[in-house]
Protein backbone atom coordinates (compact mmCIF):
# COMPACT_ATOMS: atom_id res chain seq x y z
CA UNK A 1 0.00 0.00 0.00
CA UNK A 2 0.97 3.44 -0.86
CA UNK A 3 2.76 5.20 1.88
CA UNK A 4 1.67 9.00 2.39
CA UNK A 5 3.56 11.65 4.23
CA UNK A 6 2.07 15.25 4.86
CA UNK A 7 3.49 18.28 6.51
CA UNK A 8 2.61 19.98 8.38
CA UNK A 9 0.78 17.48 10.70
CA UNK A 10 -0.46 20.82 12.75
CA UNK A 11 -0.39 24.70 12.32
CA UNK A 12 -2.51 27.40 14.43
CA UNK A 13 -3.07 30.21 12.20
CA UNK A 14 -3.91 33.94 12.31
CA UNK A 15 -7.33 34.98 10.21
CA UNK A 16 -6.67 36.23 6.87
CA UNK A 17 -3.08 34.20 6.27
CA UNK A 18 -2.74 31.41 3.86
CA UNK A 19 -1.50 27.83 4.54
CA UNK A 20 0.21 25.57 1.90
CA UNK A 21 0.07 22.14 2.91
CA UNK A 22 2.37 19.34 1.27
CA UNK A 23 1.13 15.48 0.40
CA UNK A 24 4.30 13.55 -1.17
CA UNK A 25 3.09 9.56 -1.83
CA UNK A 26 6.17 6.86 -1.83
CA UNK A 27 4.71 5.64 -5.87
CA UNK A 28 3.58 7.19 -8.65
CA UNK A 29 -0.09 7.94 -9.18
CA UNK A 30 -2.52 9.42 -10.98
CA UNK A 31 -5.17 10.80 -8.77
CA UNK A 32 -4.90 12.52 -5.34
CA UNK A 33 -7.47 13.71 -3.45
CA UNK A 34 -8.12 16.38 -0.71
CA UNK A 35 -10.56 15.81 1.82
CA UNK A 36 -11.46 17.79 4.96
CA UNK A 37 -12.92 16.22 8.18
CA UNK A 38 -14.48 18.67 10.11
CA UNK A 39 -14.11 18.00 14.33
CA UNK A 40 -16.26 14.50 15.00
CA UNK A 41 -17.29 14.52 11.15
CA UNK A 42 -16.71 12.50 8.32
CA UNK A 43 -14.59 13.06 5.44
CA UNK A 44 -15.85 15.40 2.51
CA UNK A 45 -14.18 15.65 -0.54
CA UNK A 46 -12.28 18.94 -1.06
CA UNK A 47 -11.26 18.29 -5.20
CA UNK A 48 -9.14 15.65 -6.95
CA UNK A 49 -5.58 16.63 -8.28
CA UNK A 50 -4.77 14.99 -11.47
CA UNK A 51 -1.06 15.53 -12.96
CA UNK A 52 -0.80 17.64 -15.71
CA UNK A 53 -4.40 19.27 -15.77
CA UNK A 54 -6.58 21.71 -13.50
CA UNK A 55 -7.97 19.82 -10.39
CA UNK A 56 -11.59 19.22 -10.33
CA UNK A 57 -13.23 20.56 -7.29
CA UNK A 58 -16.65 19.25 -5.21
CA UNK A 59 -19.47 21.34 -4.83
CA UNK A 60 -18.76 24.34 -2.35
CA UNK A 61 -15.13 24.54 -2.79
CA UNK A 62 -13.49 26.77 -5.07
CA UNK A 63 -9.89 27.16 -6.75
CA UNK A 64 -10.02 30.48 -4.89
CA UNK A 65 -10.39 29.57 -1.68
CA UNK A 66 -8.55 25.99 -2.39
CA UNK A 67 -5.84 26.30 -5.25
CA UNK A 68 -4.10 23.07 -5.57
CA UNK A 69 -0.79 22.15 -7.15
CA UNK A 70 0.51 19.07 -8.84
CA UNK A 71 3.49 19.13 -10.38
CA UNK A 72 4.30 15.39 -10.70
CA UNK A 73 2.95 11.87 -9.64
CA UNK A 74 3.95 12.10 -6.78
CA UNK A 75 3.55 15.02 -5.04
CA UNK A 76 0.41 17.64 -4.30
CA UNK A 77 -0.12 21.01 -2.61
CA UNK A 78 -3.30 22.18 -1.21
CA UNK A 79 -3.23 25.93 -0.19
CA UNK A 80 -5.73 27.04 2.08
CA UNK A 81 -6.09 30.89 1.34
CA UNK A 82 -7.89 33.82 3.38
CA UNK A 83 -7.95 31.56 6.56
CA UNK A 84 -11.27 31.99 8.58
CA UNK A 85 -12.12 30.18 12.15
CA UNK A 86 -14.54 28.12 9.85
CA UNK A 87 -11.73 26.76 8.07
CA UNK A 88 -10.29 25.19 11.49
CA UNK A 89 -10.11 21.17 10.41
CA UNK A 90 -8.35 18.39 9.68
CA UNK A 91 -6.95 18.17 5.60
CA UNK A 92 -6.66 14.77 4.41
CA UNK A 93 -4.67 13.58 1.24
CA UNK A 94 -5.52 10.24 -0.12
CA UNK A 95 -4.58 8.19 -2.54
CA UNK A 96 -5.92 5.25 -4.72
CA UNK A 97 -9.91 4.25 -4.78
CA UNK A 98 -10.14 3.28 -8.31
CA UNK A 99 -10.88 0.04 -9.79
CA UNK A 100 -12.44 -0.43 -6.27
CA UNK A 101 -9.38 -0.44 -4.71
CA UNK A 102 -8.86 0.75 -1.14
CA UNK A 103 -8.48 4.36 -0.28
CA UNK A 104 -4.60 5.55 1.77
CA UNK A 105 -4.84 8.29 3.67
CA UNK A 106 -2.00 11.02 5.04
CA UNK A 107 -2.38 11.31 8.76
CA UNK A 108 -3.48 14.63 8.15
CA UNK A 109 -2.86 18.43 8.88
CA UNK A 110 -4.61 19.93 11.63
CA UNK A 111 -5.59 23.34 11.21
CA UNK A 112 -6.71 26.07 13.92
CA UNK A 113 -7.72 29.32 12.47
CA UNK A 114 -7.73 32.04 15.63
CA UNK B 1 -28.29 13.98 -0.95
CA UNK B 2 -26.29 11.55 1.54
CA UNK B 3 -25.65 8.47 -0.09
CA UNK B 4 -24.63 6.35 2.73
CA UNK B 5 -26.02 6.92 6.48
CA UNK B 6 -23.98 5.16 8.99
CA UNK B 7 -25.22 4.67 12.90
CA UNK B 8 -24.83 4.67 15.31
CA UNK B 9 -23.20 8.07 15.63
CA UNK B 10 -21.58 6.73 18.85
CA UNK B 11 -21.21 3.56 20.78
CA UNK B 12 -19.86 2.13 24.13
CA UNK B 13 -19.49 -1.72 24.56
CA UNK B 14 -17.76 -3.65 27.42
CA UNK B 15 -14.60 -5.55 26.79
CA UNK B 16 -15.50 -8.89 25.25
CA UNK B 17 -18.37 -7.85 23.95
CA UNK B 18 -19.79 -7.35 19.93
CA UNK B 19 -19.24 -4.10 18.46
CA UNK B 20 -22.21 -4.04 15.67
CA UNK B 21 -22.29 -0.76 13.46
CA UNK B 22 -24.54 -0.26 9.85
CA UNK B 23 -24.72 1.29 6.72
CA UNK B 24 -27.49 1.65 4.34
CA UNK B 25 -26.76 2.92 0.62
CA UNK B 26 -29.20 4.04 -1.82
CA UNK B 27 -26.90 3.22 -5.03
CA UNK B 28 -27.30 0.85 -6.48
CA UNK B 29 -24.26 0.83 -8.72
CA UNK B 30 -22.15 0.53 -5.87
CA UNK B 31 -20.02 -2.33 -6.04
CA UNK B 32 -17.29 -2.04 -3.15
CA UNK B 33 -17.71 -1.37 0.68
CA UNK B 34 -15.12 -0.74 2.74
CA UNK B 35 -14.69 -0.46 5.93
CA UNK B 36 -11.98 2.07 7.72
CA UNK B 37 -10.73 2.43 11.13
CA UNK B 38 -9.59 5.76 12.33
CA UNK B 39 -7.58 6.57 15.53
CA UNK B 40 -7.04 10.09 17.27
CA UNK B 41 -4.22 11.93 15.12
CA UNK B 42 -3.81 9.20 12.44
CA UNK B 43 -6.14 9.09 9.08
CA UNK B 44 -8.01 6.42 8.23
CA UNK B 45 -6.98 3.02 7.06
CA UNK B 46 -8.66 0.21 5.85
CA UNK B 47 -9.94 -2.06 7.89
CA UNK B 48 -11.89 -4.95 5.91
CA UNK B 49 -13.83 -4.51 2.65
CA UNK B 50 -16.48 -6.18 0.62
CA UNK B 51 -17.69 -6.96 -2.84
CA UNK B 52 -21.39 -7.48 -3.19
CA UNK B 53 -20.81 -11.37 -4.66
CA UNK B 54 -20.51 -12.48 -0.96
CA UNK B 55 -22.59 -12.18 1.63
CA UNK B 56 -19.90 -12.04 4.37
CA UNK B 57 -16.33 -11.38 5.15
CA UNK B 58 -14.44 -12.42 8.33
CA UNK B 59 -10.88 -11.53 9.10
CA UNK B 60 -10.16 -12.33 12.21
CA UNK B 61 -12.22 -10.89 14.56
CA UNK B 62 -14.06 -8.36 12.29
CA UNK B 63 -16.73 -9.41 9.84
CA UNK B 64 -18.60 -7.95 7.49
CA UNK B 65 -22.54 -8.67 6.52
CA UNK B 66 -23.60 -7.50 3.25
CA UNK B 67 -27.52 -7.88 2.56
CA UNK B 68 -27.76 -6.70 -1.36
CA UNK B 69 -31.70 -6.67 -1.37
CA UNK B 70 -31.85 -4.33 1.56
CA UNK B 71 -29.02 -2.13 0.69
CA UNK B 72 -27.47 -2.49 3.70
CA UNK B 73 -24.17 -3.79 4.98
CA UNK B 74 -22.15 -4.23 8.77
CA UNK B 75 -19.69 -4.53 10.73
CA UNK B 76 -19.30 -6.56 13.80
CA UNK B 77 -16.32 -6.78 15.77
CA UNK B 78 -16.41 -9.83 18.03
CA UNK B 79 -14.56 -10.15 20.81
CA UNK B 80 -13.94 -6.00 21.44
CA UNK B 81 -10.80 -5.00 23.10
CA UNK B 82 -9.66 -1.28 24.39
CA UNK B 83 -7.26 -0.99 21.42
CA UNK B 84 -10.61 -1.56 18.97
CA UNK B 85 -11.35 1.94 20.71
CA UNK B 86 -11.42 4.44 17.46
CA UNK B 87 -13.90 6.07 14.71
CA UNK B 88 -14.90 3.51 11.97
CA UNK B 89 -16.31 4.71 8.44
CA UNK B 90 -18.09 2.92 6.10
CA UNK B 91 -17.96 3.75 2.23
CA UNK B 92 -19.31 3.00 -0.84
CA UNK B 93 -17.96 3.33 -4.19
CA UNK B 94 -18.85 1.97 -7.95
CA UNK B 95 -16.48 1.80 -10.96
CA UNK B 96 -19.23 3.60 -12.83
CA UNK B 97 -20.64 6.20 -10.52
CA UNK B 98 -18.80 9.34 -9.24
CA UNK B 99 -15.46 8.27 -11.52
CA UNK B 100 -15.14 5.83 -8.69
CA UNK B 101 -14.60 8.30 -5.83
CA UNK B 102 -15.63 7.32 -2.44
CA UNK B 103 -18.63 8.02 -0.85
CA UNK B 104 -18.43 7.97 2.88
CA UNK B 105 -21.00 7.31 6.16
CA UNK B 106 -20.61 10.08 9.03
CA UNK B 107 -18.74 7.59 11.05
CA UNK B 108 -19.59 5.91 14.51
CA UNK B 109 -17.25 6.20 17.52
CA UNK B 110 -16.12 3.04 19.28
CA UNK B 111 -15.57 3.31 22.88
CA UNK B 112 -14.27 -0.49 24.38
CA UNK B 113 -14.41 0.06 28.19
CA UNK B 114 -12.28 -2.67 29.70
Known amino acids: SAVISQKPSRDICQRGTSLTIQCQVD?????MFWYRQQPGQSLTLIAT?????????ESGFVIDKFPISRPNLTFSTLTVSNMSPEDSSIYLCSVGGAGNQPQHFGDGTRLSIL | QQQVKQSPQSLIVQKGGISIINCAYENTAFDYFPWYQQFPGKGPALLIA?????SEKKEGRFTISFNKSAKQFSLHIMDSQPGDSATYFC?????????????FGDGTTLTVKP
Open chain 1, 49 to 57: ANQGSEATY
Open chain 2, 91 to 103: AASGQRTNAGKST
Open chain 2, 50 to 54: IRPDV
Open chain 1, 27 to 31: SQVTM
